[in-house]
């Protein structure tokens, strides 16, 4: 099922290494095997708690009243978790990093905004129990109107989700509605071209329907802290969100995970953490949180829809010449995560081709919807279903070989990227010519005598990166990093014993500032105050 | 009332790490009293097998058999920060900061070696099978495990090393989007052969033959189950998956496994995978991580193989066979069913 | 209100009070304390929570655990003999089988139940066997090559 191809790339490898490189046997898989590993609901308290969230069944409502007492006074239940308990009671999931501005709130108080989000929470002596109480909460909403269209969202007079966002978009740097990319001049060029295709591609929203589902148990100690067993995928992270709702200090949190039953990326949004700890601060009780499959599916925030247009300008000789995006994403209700996946999105385009004419405009757009979160290929899975439709859409045009086609387009090493750094590593034509081969597509000599790391350079683009250059006062260009000349040899030689300890492993230097642009976020170290 | 085959491609790139940078991560690296070692991380391994890769890096680094280490996470009381595992940043991330504090520790392990062996530790090297030896004389040697014992109770060294790997945080334009997303990229090509029936509007995927440079394959096993497990959830994505059938409407959403499809193992194909390695120059031995990239290339292979079976284009996700009959009955049927195009 | 309720699990005579109404996933994990058996859904659908029951596969969470009263209940924490692991168990290793591991317990127990009524399967009898059985990471090929090895396996011992 699996071969290598050592030969490709051999000069630039060293591989006489001992460990690395073999197919040693996991070191979890006798705990898989017996049913040992120890996932975070494999630990057992005794007078366990349980805590279940009552759920907004409308998109969109305010929210007049709610009457608790019934659901207070029903059997195993031992306490109710209102939004006035809450004590940190609107967040955003990066403002760990300072970016994006603290949006949702863990329990709504007076509008909700997407269907299932969390109102109350009842912790009981079973599940049941908390079930049963929860049916018994009498909650009266006044519908609102609700938008569920990312371009309808968009438009003047639309609904507005997110108070924080009226206008429905993320604001990037204090002042912009969404991401940009601009590299040279795509009008002109699709004026020059041969041929000028637009599509309309739209990606559904995924489930990540991990095998366990999110969940978490808080347990306080003896020390007066809380520990937490948790599925997360981001144990510091979960950490600090949780201590940030909670108002405590990090170091009252010990978070213990590290095996988990898929992630995929719908484990990073500390869904359960924040409520269970404070269930369990205000019960003295050990209590766990645990999603439903009902609640996984539904509520637990999916992969976001992505909306994308595509318009490429192709001439007869295969050259893609220009590449025009617009795409939105269908953040749901709340932010989370998804501005920083319309940057990451925005990075990826116009995917591992060179194209010297490329622009694109990149939405975060709020709907009243769960709110979306990563997933596998985060900003990246839909754009390239997009971008690799649209190529054999294009070669289909011109009368081209869509495997020949990528090829000749494909990025090579010295290459001037659309983000104004130059390609290097690059591995795109091997790749395709290896599976030619083993597939029995058939290609042209030139095209099988074509390689990632001849032919590269900034001829290929030409002068695009100075047409769109920002009109700036007087600051230096960004230094593009060197390429190589040749292949770089790397060796995995063990050092001689140093005799200092050895400082980290060499990063890239950041390009220099440009244009005095600001800074998209700030310096990591202030995280924690 | 015919099933037509055909195949599509798609060639795809995929960044390493989180986008832009600033996602550090931390290792610590120590010998017990006997020359075994641990990596207390606080990482998450949720099945892509970060302690084990972490475990081979680590073993690799310090020139000691894998036995030999274990691999601890994740517990914040003693595990330093990580950011976590998502953006196919552990192998790249993780790794280096496990090599930088083996490296760490191995120097400590060297000088203590040289000690007892009264040479200098420039002309020792580790043997990857326990033992540390003078290069060109591998008789005069000494175990891993009794340098250990000599570095703590007579010399009063610690064998133990801290590690921390940062790709600084890049500035974004926000006038022409000029930034460094990524230090480095893997890359893939996919050929996905399907099988369309146009009375069913049934899309079967028949074959798929791929190529993914990773930089280095620190592991080849847990490379191949990232790889075929990936190309599985990209079918998944391609063919079957939603939770809002009708998006924008957001009417009858799955509740159960009933109603939430994915392809079973009855529907799986063969999957001919080759891997190519063009080191990243900062990856720990080069790596770069497959783990999301996987299922990537899947979605516009077989959507573009529908095409060259039936000529019908669908560029909404998932290609359901409503979508599929539709698509056909807009064309005027398949090629070959003798209706006009 | 909590009935009486006894079973063998694994062989050893298991003796336990459940609420009117539970479950067996629930019962096991949390009376009788067998964290082997992992929940998935809670719906029935998704084969996680797969035991053997008098020999065949059920999924304990949608079972009522007053009606396993009597029977014999097989779960993965029962698979190996002493130090020794299971053919199947050697087989899921040896094909690295397993990521996450979620569903391995489930999918052992469905593979059990095929082996020990069909001790030399096809592939076809293979894929209908775990076809209740949901996993997310691995693809399914490598599981299916292992429960063949495992069938082929010389050491394979009778229930």
Redesign the interface.
Known sequence: MLEFRKDIFADERDDNLKEVGQPTQRQDMLGHVTGTSPYYDDHRFANLLHLKILRSPYAHARIRSIDDAAAARAPGVKRIIRAADVPVNLNTLLSLIQFGKDDEPSLASDVVRYKGEPILGVVATSERAALEALALVRVSYEQLPAVFDVEEALKPGAVSVNAVYPKNTFEYYGKYDHQKLRFGDVEAAFKQADAVLEDRYQMSPIEHAPAETNGSIAVPDTNGRVSVYTSTQALFFSLDTSAKINALPSNQLHFIGGTVGGGFGGKVDTMTEPLVILAARLTGAPVRYRFSRHEEMQFGSPRGAERIYIKDGVMKDGRIVARQVRAYFDSGAYTRLSSYAVVKCVAHIPGPYTIPNVHADVFCVFTNRTPATAMRGFGVTALDFALECQMDKDAVAIGMDPLEFRILNAYRDGDMKAHRRQAKNCALIECAQVVAEKASWPLRDEFRRMSSRQGGGEHRTGAAAERTRAPAPAVPAATPRPAPASPQRVSYERPAAAASPSAPPPTQAPAGSTHGAPRFSSVFGTRRR | MAKHRGRGVATINYPIGMNLGGDPSQALVHSNPTGKFTVTLSSIDLGQGMKSVTRQICAETLGVPVDDVYVDTADSDTGPHCMGSFASRGTHRVGNAVMAAAREARAVMMEAAAEELEVDPGDLETDGRGNIQVKGAPHRSISVRDVAIAAQFRQGKTISGRGIFLVPLSDVDPETGEMSPATCYAHACLVAEVEVDDETGEVAVLKMTSAYEIGRAINPKLVEQQLVGGSWMGMSHALYETPEPYYPNTRDGPRDFNEYLMPGPGDICPHDIIVLERPAPDGPFGAKGPGEMCANPVLPAVANAIYNAVGVRIDELPITPEKVLRALKARGGAPGSGRAR | MKTPIQFQLNGEDVATFA?SGANLLDVLR?AV?D?????????G??G?CTVLIDGAPRVSCVTLAETCAGKSIE???G??RGAD?HPL?VA??ER?A????????GM?MAAKALLDRNPNPTRAD???A??GN???????????QAVLDASRSNERRRA
């Open positions: 609420e949390e304390g964290l082997s058996v992992k929940g998935g859904c809670w719906q659908t998704c996680t779960t993965a924490a698979l190996r692991l168990q899921f290793v690295f397993a990521q996450c591991g979620y569903c391995t317990p052992l293979v894929v209908d775990i076809g949901i996993c997310r990471c691995t693809g399914y090929e490598p599981i299916i």
